[in-house]
T-cell receptor, first 119, second 113 residues
Framework: GAVVSQHPSWVICKSGTSVKIECRSL??????MFWYRQFPKQSLMLMATSNEGSKATYEQGVEKDKFLINHASLTLSTLTVTSAHPEDSSFYIC???????????????FGEGSRLTVL | GENVEQHPSTLSVQEGDSAVIKCTYS??????FPWYKQELGKRPQLIID?????GEKKDQRIAVTLNKTAKHFSLHITETQPEDSAVYFCAAIHTGTASKLTFGTGTRLQVTL
């Protein structure tokens, strides 16, 4: 299947700093990128959806000024957690859907995930 | 929007027994239903999926059934093994609109020796 590479896999930062997480689709065109957050023992909660070249659509309750998403190309999307606080500590996972044979299949390809710890 | 409910939240079975996880969805337009297995600290991995034009799909020890009328689908794992222990998520999406995938709340499966 398609490969999505996400890094860093884990990061520790001080409160108030910003952290950037990158997701790259290695062998397909990621027309849509989804960013999820997962707290311990909970499900994946969608934060935002981004389509290449356009602004991200944020889910209710997710601060767009705090979680900056950029999807400037069909192979790269980034999530920047600005002014991070301890409550932002979580597992962040990107996933991409794209074109396979010219059709959107619905299947998602997940990155490895990034564990953020804010001290 | 779509709402997916998943039961049970935890499931413990003995090695060799079968495990069944059930999900219901609310949007009758949803047409793609994947199941993911997630081990601790790792990304979800697609283990099986089913589209709305079929009622059942099987892949070795794993099978999924779909009842469109009742809007529910189930994951069946037979001859469970310790390595099946993980959290399993169901999900639903209407691919025609390329909308977001909605996940269930997850089932923590523990296979004991």
């Amino acid at each position: 299947g398609a490969v999505v590479s996400q890094h860093p896999s884990w990061v520790i930062c001080k409160s108030g700093t910003s952290v950037k997480i990158e997701c790259r689709s290695l062998d397909f065109q990621a027309t849509t990128m989804f960013w999820y957050r997962q707290f311990p023992k909970q499900s994946l909660m969608l934060m935002a959806t981004s389509n290449e070249g356009s602004k991200a659509t944020y889910e209710q309750g997710v601060e767009k000024d705090k979680f900056l998403i950029n999807h400037a190309s069909l192979t790269l999307s980034t999530l920047t957690v600005t002014s991070a606080h301890p409550e932002d500590s979580s597992f962040y996972i990107c996933s991409a859907s794209g074109l396979a044979g010219g059709l959107i299949t619905g299947e998602l390809f997940f990155g490895e995930g990034s564990r953020l710890t804010v001290l | 929007g779509e709402n997916v409910e998943q039961h049970p939240s935890t499931l413990s079975v003995q090695e060799g027994d079968s495990a069944v996880i059930k999900c219901t969805y609310s949007d009758s337009a949803s047409n793609y239903f994947p199941w993911y297995k997630q081990e601790l600290g790792k990304r979800p991995q697609l283990i099986i999926d089913i589209r709305s034009n079929v009622g059942e799909k099987k892949d070795q020890r794993i099978a999924v059934t779909l009842n469109k009328t009742a809007k529910h689908f189930s994951l069946h794992i037979t001859e469970t093994q310790p390595e099946d222990s993980a959290v399993y998520f169901c999900a639903a999406i209407h691919t025609g609109t390329a909308s977001k995938l909605t996940f269930g709340t997850g089932t923590r499966l523990q296979v004991t020796l």
